[in-house]
């Protein structure tokens, strides 16, 4: 399991360039006009953990496969993209399609880049954005609604659950709260999720600034913090024209440059992070001679369920789980050692997976 991250913002932010410096690709023509993006790309990124290498390294793993992740790179919104205008409606349509929403503000001054609105705010941008998903929605729901109170007036029950959310969706949105303020309940939250409101997905705020402040950010970038710490949000920043410069050199190089800059890390990694974060993801790991392989799995997911990541059948046909925690499997040197101090433990179905654990599944065919 990776998940899918919609690259989304105004025109002129620097998606597209963000876009090709992450999946190292030029895909995503870039170029100083409105809407130069239309349909949308869509590209894999390893997720880039040391941890897999050092277990790869202690076990002798033949293969190396880490766990993927998706971008999207949509089209640029405008004011009105509710109702239509600009590329609106396809915007709306393929941000449904995404778990999680990276929200690129420009935090950067350039004459020779113009901006949709002529200066740059990146509060004012945010805001534009987040109007028009809150609108898309409130369309959205008033449509739903029609729809559900007829089949509320026949007594369908499940109509009546609909209804319920469906309503306190609209009261959050109509005063000016996106639909993730709602508190909903454990029994709700299946029917909540299938609502699929575009206010529901978590945002990622990534504050695109200048090479010069790409290590401690700007005047901008600031203001767009205290924004989404308020919201409850998260943000990072990068400078996508470094990232672009990252993505044509070679490892070594990259390594030198990103000194130079007083960069401890590049922009992806710090991206991911925050991702995993944002939808609070983490990993657990298969190891041995063959391969040794990252998964992504969502926090408190049983020992059931990440077998079943790998295969169905693995979780229907689950015995256990034979466990070592990443920091014994390390400091004892693989799987043997672990197991002969007693390390490897034997997990049961009720057993919560936890980040960094080294797996090997026992199960029925």
């Known amino acids: 399991m990776g998940f899918r991250m919609g690259i989304v913002g105004l025109p002129n932010v620097g998606k597209s360039t ?15 006009f409105p809407f130069c993006t239309i349909e949308p790309n869509v590209g894999e990124v390893n997720v880039p953990d040391a941890r897999l290498t050092n277990l790869a390294d202690i076990a002798s793993s033949v293969n190396i496969i880490p766990a993927r992740m998706t971008f999207v790179d949509i089209a640029g919104l405008v004011k009105g993209a509710s109702q ?27 004459g020779d880049v113009v901006h949709v609105s002529d200066h740059v705010d990146p509060l004012a941008d945010a805001d534009t954005i987040d109007t028009e998903l809150m609108l898309a929605d409130m369309e959205s729901v008033e449509k739903r609604l029609q729809n559900v109170l007829r089949k509320v007036r026949g007594g369908d029950k499940e109509a009546v659950q609909q209804e319920r959310l469906l309503r306190a969706a609209m009261e959050a949105l109509e005063q000016g709260n996106p639909a993730r303020t709602v508190k909903v309940d454990e029994d709700d939250e299946k029917q909540w999720k299938m609502l699929q409101l575009l206010t529901t997905k ?10 010069v ?15 989404a710490a308020a ?4 943000h990072v920043i990068i400078s996508a024209q470094i990232e ?11 390594e030198m440059f990103l000194t130079e800059m007083g960069l401890e890390e590049a922009g992806l990694d710090r991206l991911i ?11 657990y790991f298969t190891v041995g001679p063959k391969e040794a392989r990252a998964w992504t799995i969502k926090n408190g997911t049983s020992a059931p369920q990440a077998a079943g990541v790998i295969h169905g059948d693995f979780e229907r046909g689950f015995i256990r789980a034979e466990t070592i925690a990443f920091k014994d499997f390390v400091d004892l040197g693989g799987e043997s050692p672990a197991k002969e ?25």
């Open 18 to 32: 963000l876009f090709n410096a992450l999946t190292k690709t030029a895909s995503a023509q870039a170029a100083n």
């Open 84 to 110: 239509g205008e600009g590329l609106g409606n396809q915007f709306l349509a393929n941000i449904r399609e995404t778990d999680a929403i990276a929200h690129v503000v420009r935090c950067f001054e350039d």
């Open 202 to 211: 978590p945002i990622l705020y990534v504050c695109n600034v200048g090479e």
């Open 213 to 227: 402040d790409a290590a401690k950010g700007n005047a901008h970038s600031d203001a767009v913090a205290q924004m």
């Open 231 to 234: 919201q409850g949000n998260s």
């Open 244 to 254: 672009e410069e990252i993505s044509q050199l070679e490892d070594d190089e990259a």
């Open 273 to 283: 992070r925050a991702g995993y974060k944002l939808l609070a993801l983490e990993t």
């Open 341 to 365: 101090a007693g390390k490897m433990r034997s997990e049961g179905k009720t057993y919560i997976v936890q980040d960094g654990d080294v797996m090997h599944f026992l199960f029925n065919t």
